[in-house]
């Protein structure tokens, strides 16, 4: 698993060069809020069952619910920060492989995991803020609700959710994202941790349907995601400006 120093760092790195590239310009600081929803599509970099990796290549596809507010400082045209409040709406989907199936079991085994989570993410914004920028920063985030679904032979035979249960870790990423002219949002997160637990004992449940306890089952998520106006407030602010400027 790639260390969060190792990748803290490098961000850490860009941050300090920025402020002291843009240090100079002398437009005055603007705090103002923004927001938006995101569309996520997410995998898992390696499935490992047992320390063995098995083929994964699903994608899944979570338009709802995704929402992430942010408080932001832009320190001139050209560089920025923010902080904010995220719900997240994140998993994965794997194919059971035959020899972990409980008996009884005939027919391909799919599973679908997911958390909501509730984040705090931090991070930079470089560029042409009134326009083209990137941005990239960290964030943590605590699951709060768990569901599972089970789906033999393609069709849907079980599904179950709880509330702040131990099988699935606080989850750290880093994120690295474009934000285009007109407001559309590319980004992309990798998460540091894996999401089960390994300390869920074999003496706990099993997956539904297997005979595999969550602390065998190993894997990293990411996501590719499409964002609508997150950081386009300011923007907007500045439209209504120049609109009000020319009707005058």
């Not at 194919?95 to 009884?104: A, N, S, T």
């Not at 990423?173 to 540091?192: D, R």
Request: charged share 20%; with cysteine.
């Amino acid at each position: 698993m790639i260390k969060l120093s190792k990748l803290l760092l490098p961000l850490l790195g860009t941050l300090f060069l920025s402020v002291s590239v843009y240090g100079q310009d002398e437009r005055k600081t603007d705090f103002y809020l923004s927001g938006g929803l995101e569309i996520i599509f997410s995998g898992m970099t390696a499935v490992n069952i047992n320390n063995q990796e098995i083929q994964n290549d699903v994608i899944r596809f979570a338009p709802f619910f995704n929402g992430q507010t942010y408080v932001n400082m832009d320190l001139g045209n050209h560089f920025g920060l923010f902080a904010g409040l995220s719900i997240r709406n994140l998993g994965f989907i794997f194919d059971v492989p035959d020899e972990y199936k409980e008996d009884g079991i005939t027919g391909s085994m799919r599973k679908k995991m997911r958390t909501y989570n509730v984040g705090v993410p931090v991070g930079f914004k470089l560029g042409n803020l009134n326009g083209f920028f990137l941005y990239g920063g960290y964030e943590i985030e605590q699951p709060i609700h768990y569901k599972e679904k089970t789906f033999v032979g393609g069709n849907k035979t079980d599904k179950f959710s709880l509330w702040f249960t131990d099988r699935v870790n606080v989850q750290q990423s880093v994120m690295l994202g474009i934000q285009f002219a007109e407001g559309t949002n590319l980004k992309f997160k990798y998460y540091l941790d894996p999401f089960f637990n390994d300390s869920w004992g074999s003496n706990q449940a099993n997956i539904q349907g297997t005979t595999l306890s969550y602390n065998q089952i190993s894997g990293n998520v990411f996501y590719f995601s499409l964002n609508c106006d997150i950081f386009d407030t300011k923007r907007k602010i500045n439209r209504i400006k120049k609109a009000k400027v020319t009707f005058d």
